[in-house]
């Protein structure tokens, strides 16, 4: 499980949409893979709001 949250979360971070990542985990509905994904939208807009832009940034370019 862990990996495969991991490399999904990646994915998204990288700019894979998420119907390749859903297929990619044989997902069977996009809604499935959008809640591996909660964590990272949370994680995102969390920063986004605490004017960090510099850790999406640096996360981004792998820094």
């Keep these: 499980y862990t ?3 991991s490399w ?8 894979v949409p998420i119907e390749m ?5 044989g997902h069977k509905s996009i809604k499935t893979t959008q809640i591996y994904l909660k964590g990272f939208e949370l994680r995102e807009r969390t920063e ?5 832009l510099s850790y999406i940034r640096n ?3 792998g820094r």
């Design 3 to 5: 990996l495969r949250h």
């Design 48 to 52: 986004v709001n605490k004017g960090n």
């Design 59 to 61: 996360y981004r370019l």
């Design 21 to 25: 990542i859903s297929e990619s985990l």
């Design 8 to 15: 999904a979360t990646t994915a998204k971070y990288r700019g």
